[in-house]
């Protein structure tokens, strides 16, 4: 039995040890080689192709048919310099992971011969069919094509001996299939209305770029004692296993230094990383052992969001090299830390100004706090969708699970900051301004660049935090696309913006100066959001409580979140900025439903299957051992309160056995009917209740039991590794 589990650890003693290969040379000389930047399209493009291709980045235009087949013939030329032999429409289906379908790049002429070919058709678009991704109703079979169409706006890259295009995934009928798509929308919404926003600041301003940096969160285990846990490979979380007797409690991980064989990992999948030209920047362990992070340097949110993704795929392949499993599964072990995605969130102008940014001078430091108080109040308008975007079978184990930033929508501004919104509030009357509050006001808004150089505090347990330059959404899940999260933040702040202008026009319209107008209407804004900013401790009693009082909504289960996508309020806010239509949303709200339904039932299906094959036959060994002894003894110790006196514990043992694994058989036995009754359910919108309410917590429950035998049972005979194995063999 137990066979499985030192079979693993005897391999793991026979790991590599890889010394990655580093080039003798600066990232800087090998950073972007894989990818088709604008660079390397001035060299292998026309003159025209090239201004063509670069327009359409920057307007987001389409390219003509004429300049595409430029394009793709220079594109070819260069992939296949790179030793490209096939080509792929790279793309984001709802299943949260990307896609690709690989072409070679051969055709065969009318005589027979070979000749490699690749035309502006096939670059800008593909038709995989790919009907079985996930649509939420919005294919028929009879209409099951759905198309891919190129994305300038996100370069080309090779990988292996394969072009990848990064691309869009549309339905027959032109609904989005993917995350791109609506993302790219949003960019552009919160393009419009923040550029107009800028305007009333500085002229110059014709456009504002999101940008996303993003903090990737990870563990590692070693690969066969990966294998040998069929939860983990299968779930991607372990569904059982007692806490080791010292995991994250002496925090002598989080920043201490990397093991020597993790930095070889990591020094391996950077250089493919900077070879792609995602910019990767800081790695450090984390807070629970084998627990670890890596960030790049932020860029524009579409591509930042294409080179995690990117990275995502490059850490999983370079791990099978140094025989580890990387896991991005928001909680794969029970009692320690899990895994997040800090997106960390701005808007940058054409002319180099981070709005999040406290300027020099009175005017940009207004226009930072409009740009702030705007984001607060998108956020307290939108918390529900926000959250929504968030909730999945992985991050509910640390949503509101005291770790991870609670289920209640938040925001954190800081002391100084706070502060200040508290005294515009109170200085700012709904009426004109007198000369001395005029002063007043200014004084303080110009000293926001010093008290923002104080304002070092970090508040660890707010979901949406202000960090001295942008917002941090804390709550994303590690697995998680940020497209979701990133295109409600972008649309509610759009539209947000747009609600400003149109208010302060008005007052402008009115005779109102127009600071005086700006500050009114932030003032308004302020008092509107003001139930929405917190400063304590999110994770506490007290703020369950308070935000109750606010006002705030805490929503715990996955079922409620996910309505947030169908409310009237969303429909509105995403067909008004046309992000997405009432169809699209709920063909996303019932991918959400069932993704989270078959997560649960492939969890509660694996732990039925261990519980019954693996844990309760090596109780039942061990128990078989126990009496077998029990029994010897009686034949040896001859005295009964003797016999007594020795066995009694061991008996005790045998009974507590029992009981366990009769509360194992049973609960299974539960969980198994509950599970057939929830099947019944058609509709994901209904079955998810009933998995959330009545399948899943017999995972828990189950476990209970049998982490109470992994600690009875003989280690020699217990088949799976341990916490203590998994955590820190590296
Ligand atoms: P910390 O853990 O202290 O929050 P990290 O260095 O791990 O900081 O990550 C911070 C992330 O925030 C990086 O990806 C960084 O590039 C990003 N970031 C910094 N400024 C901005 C900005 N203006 N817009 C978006 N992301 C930013
Ligand atoms: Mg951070």
């Known amino acids: 039995m137990a066979r499985i589990r030192f079979t693993a650890l005897e391999e793991l003693n026979k790991r590599p040890n890889i010394n990655a290969d580093f080039p003798a040379v600066k990232i800087s000389d090998y950073f972007g080689e894989n990818v088709f930047s604008l660079e390397k399209m001035q060299k292998f493009l026309s003159k025209d192709a090239y201004k063509g291709v670069k327009k359409s980045i920057e307007t987001g235009n389409r390219i003509d048919r004429r300049i595409a087949d430029q394009i793709a013939a220079g594109m070819k030329d260069w992939a296949i310099s790179k030793g490209a032999s ?23 002429d009318q005589n027979g011969n070979p000749f490699e070919m690749f035309d502006g058709e096939l670059l800008s678009q593909q038709e995989p069919d790919a009907s079985s991704f996930p649509h939420g109703g919005l294919r028929n079979t009879f209409e099951a094509r759905g198309y891919t169409a190129w994305d300038p706006s996100s370069p080309a890259f090779v990988v292996g001996k394969t072009l990848c295009i990064p691309t869009i995934f549309i339905s027959y009928t032109g609904e989005a299939l993917d995350y791109k798509m609506p993302l790219l929308k949003s960019v552009q919404e919160i393009d419009i209305a923040a550029t107009e926003v800028c305007n009333y600041f500085d002229k110059k301003i014709q456009k504002v770029i999101t940008t996303l940096g993003w903090e990737q969160e990870y563990f590692l285990v070693d690969e066969a004692l990966w294998r040998a846990r069929p939860d983990l490979s299968l779930t991607g979380r372990t569904l059982m296993g007692h806490a080791s007797a010292k995991d994250q409690q002496l925090s002598d991980h989080y920043f201490s230094s990397i093991p020597e064989r993790v930095l070889e990992y990591m020094k391996d999948f950077e250089i493919e990383a900077h070879k792609l030209g995602i910019p990767i920047k800081t790695r450090h362990n984390e807070v629970a052992p084998n627990q670890f992070e890596c960030a790049p340097i932020f860029e524009e949110v579409n591509l930042a969001n294409d080179h995690n993704l990117l990275l995502m795929e490059v850490m999983r392949k370079v791990a099978i090299k140094h025989k580890f499993k990387v896991l991005f599964h928001e909680k794969p072990y029970a009692g320690i830390n899990g895994s997040g995605k800090h997106n960390n ?7 180099g100004i981070n709005l999040l940014k406290p300027g020099n001078t009175p005017k940009s430091n207004l226009q930072f706090l409009t740009f702030l108080i705007n984001t607060v109040k998108a956020v307290k308008e939108h918390g529900d969708l926000l959250r929504a975007t968030i909730v999945s079978a992985g991050n509910q184990h640390r949503l509101g699970a005291n770790e991870a930033p609670p289920a209640i929508i938040s925001v954190f501004l800081g002391k100084e900051l706070d502060t200040m919104l508290n005294n515009i509030e109170k200085r700012v009357s709904g009426k004109k301004m007198t000369a001395d509050e005029k002063t007043e006001l200014k004084l303080d808004i110009g000293k926001i660049p010093e008290i923002l150089l104080d304002n070092t505090d970090r508040n660890r347990t707010s979901p949406f935090a202000f960090t001295g330059n942008r917002f941090e959404f ?75 009082e606010r006002g705030l909504t805490n929503v715990l289960t996955a079922a409620e979140a996910f309505k947030a996508y169908i409310s009237k309020k969303t429909i509105d806010l995403y067909s008004r900025n046309k992000i997405l239509n009432k169809k699209e949303l709920y063909s996303r709200y019932e991918i959400k439903n069932c993704e989270y339904v078959q997560k649960i039932q492939i969890e509660s299906r694996v732990l039925g299957d261990l519980a019954k094959n693996h844990i309760i036959p090596t109780a039942v060994k061990y128990q078989n051992v126990l009496i077998k002894s029990v029994r010897d003894l009686k034949e040896i110790i001859t005295d009964n309160n003797e016999f007594v006196n020795i066995s009694q514990r061991r008996i005790a043992t045998i009974k507590d056995i029992s009981k366990h694994t009769t509360s194992i058989s049973k609960q299974v036995f539960d969980m198994i009917n509950e599970r057939k009754k929830a099947n019944k359910i058609e509709e994901c919108e209904n079955k998810i209740v009933k998995y959330e309410n009545d399948v899943k917590p017999f995972l828990d429950k189950i476990r209970y039991h049998i982490d109470k035998l992994e600690l009875i049972v003989d280690d020699e005979m217990w088949s799976l590794p341990k916490y203590r194995e998994l955590l820190f063999n590296r």
């Open 474 to 548: 804390r709550a994303v899940g590690s697995a998680e696309n940020n497209a979701g999260p990133m295109i409600a933040l972008n649309t509610a702040v759009a539209d947000q913006l747009k609600r400003f202008k149109i208010e302060v026009d008005k007052l402008i319209e009115n005779k109102t100066k127009k600071d005086e107008a700006i500050f009114q209407v932030l003032r308004k804004y302020i008092i509107e959001s003001k139930d929405v900013r917190f400063e304590g401790n999110g994770y506490s009693e007290e703020w369950v409580k308070e935000a109750k």
């Open 86 to 108: 096939h080509y792929t429409h790279w793309f984001h289906p709802l299943t949260g992971n990307t896609a690709e379908k690989h072409d070679a790049f051969l055709n065969i």
């Open 345 to 351: 969130w701005s808007l940058a102008t054409d002319t």
